[in-house]
């Protein structure tokens, strides 16, 4: 499979070919439909068409072989990896372009160097198991390291994704089992009391541009892509708002007709739910709309062109060190955001809303842990026992 993993090639007579695996193998072959165009995108769109149609008409219920077919088991020719470029295929016109990237991505550097070259009947439970084992403890390509608990999850849900779709086109007969991962969420990053207070310092004393990001993500809780793409339009000055439709993103570049390996999209957030309207605190609205720009300018740039994402955190780790207080990441803003609210009694329901979570669980398993500060008010309020003899008027007087 190629960096794109798309069963795209250019032959040699100039012409692009693309294919689809048809079906169960026959007589030990694979069997393939082809589509031929004079470029990429040609032979691209005509095999999108295709796999469309078939999701249509039932998942390719055509295709699929009987269990009398099945006998014998699947070629050795069909190999796992072409069973992960057609699901890719199948997916480019369903999820989002971030989605595909990241599926894409995920597949080429974990699933693919260990399963690929395994015939779809080979991977049972078994081989799941070991594979999700060994990612587990070595999957990190950075040091060889564990692999974080959230990877690992995506894994296992794209692996079922997979094999559910070599199902439905008769590659397996069942999809194996498959171990559950469990993933504990680390505790969330939060800025002290002081630390927020240092960098609020830093941001009013800049009063540029990009300073009133760092207010909407520490005021609003905006995540760093809401922010980038941020336009003063989006600003409702009679309800005291602000409303999050867009994300800036940098993801993997999946054409094989462009040489760049990533680009920058502006589109939707990847859920419903992170489409939102947001409350400001007052004095903090009122702040904004006295800098306020023509209602097409970004907000972070104060002009027609918006900010990356990649440029936005280090300009923010320049103004930690400023500050004084490094060693936060930006999505610390958001956290010390829900934080604050958790600690003034901020409802779940509403918080959830305003974060742009799909359920209020998430919110409360993330930041219903109040803060060491929040934990001593509480205990200070419990009735207790006299050590000292300082509370002697409060005794009984059937002790005297």
Wanted: charged fraction near 25%.
């Amino acid at each position: 499979m190629g960096r794109r993993g798309e069963n795209i090639r250019k032959r040699e007579d100039g012409r692009w070919e693309a294919r689809v695996i048809q079906g169960a193998p026959r007589e030990g072959r694979t069997n393939y439909k082809y589509f031929y165009g004079k470029s990429y995108r040609d032979v691209k769109r005509k095999k999108t068409e295709y796999l469309l149609l078939l999701e249509s008409e039932g998942a390719g219920s055509a295709d699929m072989p009987s269990p009398g077919r099945m006998a014998g088991g699947i070629a050795e020719e069909l190999r796992f990896r072409q069973v992960v470029e057609e699901w890719l295929a199948s997916k480019q016109t369903i999820v989002k372009a971030s989605t595909l990237a990241c599926y894409t991505t995920m597949a080429e550097a974990y699933i693919l160097p260990k399963l690929g070259d395994l015939t779809p009947a080979q991977i049972d439970a078994s081989v799941l198991a070991g594979f999700l084992a060994e990612q587990k403890e070595h999957g990190r390509h950075k040091n060889g390291g564990m692999l974080s608990g959230k990877t690992l999850a995506d894994l296992r849900m794209i692996l079922m994704q997979i094999l559910s779709f070599a199902k439905a086109r008769g590659m397996i007969r069942a999809v194996p089992d498959c171990p559950s991962v469990n993933v504990r969420p680390a505790a969330p990053c939060v800025l002290t009391k002081r630390e927020q207070e240092l960098l609020e310092q830093a941001v009013l004393s800049e009063d540029n541009p990009f300073s009133l990001g760092i207010l909407l993500s520490l005021y609003g809780g905006l995540r760093i892509g809401e922010v980038c793409a941020l336009r003063w339009g989006d600003f409702d000055r009679g309800n005291g708002t602000v409303h999050i439709s867009r994300t800036v993103s940098r993801i993997a570049d999946l054409d094989a007709s462009t040489p760049s390996r990533t680009k920058l999209v502006i589109d939707t957030p990847k859920t419903d739910c992170s489409i939102r309207t947001v409350p400001l605190p007052a004095p903090v609205f009122r702040y904004l709309m006295q800098r306020s720009q023509c209602g097409e300018n970004y907000v972070v740039t104060g002009s027609a062109k918006y900010m990356e994402p990649r440029v936005c955190r280090e300009r923010y780790k320049r103004l930690l060190r400023r500050a004084g207080v490094p060693g936060h990441t930006y999505h610390s803003l958001r956290h010390t955001f829900a934080t604050r609210c958790v600690e003034n009694g901020v409802d779940m329901k509403s918080l959830s809303e305003i974060m742009g979570h799909s359920d209020v669980k998430i919110t409360m398993q993330r930041y219903i842990h109040p803060s060491m500060d929040a934990k001593r008010e509480q205990i200070d309020k419990l009735p207790c026992f006299d050590v000292s003899g300082q509370n002697r008027g409060h005794q009984n007087t059937s002790d005297a």
